[in-house]
C-alpha cells in the first residue's frame, strides 16, 4: 500500500475487502454485511484521503495507482454490485451506485455500469417510475452512452411505450454501426424492440450485425 497515504481508515477498508473476496469462495456462507462494510469503508477511507489531500483519485480509474493495494477495485466493486445483485438487495444496489456516482468525477471514462446498476435495481424493485424517469435523467445527461440509449429502450418496452422506444433507437441506429463490445447491449435491445413490433426487416438487419459480432468474438477465441 502507498506509504503516502494519510488515512487510518485504508487498512481495515482493505481488511475487509478481503474477507468480504475470501467469502465468494463459500457463497453458501457469504453475507450482505460483510459486503456493505467493506464498501462503506472503503468510501469513508476516500473522503477521509481527500480531506487531507482533496486531488486524490478524483477519478475511479485512478484508484488503483493512488492506493497501490494489491486489488483491483473495478473488479472488486463488480464482485461487491454482482453479489448484492444476485441477493436481490437491490435497495443496497442503488444506494451504492449512487454514492459511485457522486464519489468520482467520471470525465475519463463514463459511469455508465452504475448508471445502469442503479436503473436495473429499480426497475428488479418494480418501481418503474422512478427507473424511466432515472433512465430519461441518464440519457440526457450523457446522450453519447449507448449503455444508456440501451437501457431506455429496454425500460420502455418493459413498460409498453414502443414507441418512445423506437424514438430512441432510430436515433441511434445508423446503417455504419457496427456491433462490437461497446454496442453489443444497444442491439440486443434494438432486437427486443423490434421482435415485439413485429418489424421482420429491420429485425433481420439488427440479428445479422449481431451474427457477426459473433462470430468475430468465436473466431478471437480459437
Known sequence: MNSELKSKK???AIAQMHT???SLLNPDQAKTSDWTEAFWLLVKAIKEERSYDPAFAPEFADLDAATDTSYDFYDIMEEYFDFLEDQGD?????ESAEEMISLFKWEKKLP????????NALEKSRRLNDAEDFGEYWLSH???????????VYLKCELGKTDEALEITKKYLH???????D????????YRLFELTDDINAKQRIEKKIAEYQEMLN???N
Not at 437491490?90 to 442503488?94: A, H, T
Not at 450523457?142 to 431506455?152: I, K, M, R, V
Not at 446503417?175 to 463490445?181: A, E, G, R, S
Not at 454496442?183 to 434494438?190: E, K, R
Request: include cysteine; charged fraction near 30%; proline fraction near 4%.
Open 10 to 12: 485504508w487498512e481495515p
Open 20 to 22: 468480504a473476496h475470501l
Open 90 to 94: 437491490w435497495d443496497d444496489v442503488i
Open 112 to 119: 455508465s455500469e452504475y448508471m445502469f446498476r442503479k436503473g
Open 142 to 152: 450523457y446522450p453519447q452512452d449507448l449503455y444508456a440509449a440501451a437501457s431506455n
Open 175 to 181: 446503417d455504419d454501426l457496427i456491433c462490437d463490445k
Open 183 to 190: 454496442t453489443d447491449s444497444f442491439f440486443m435491445a434494438a
Open 219 to 221: 473466431k478471437k477465441g
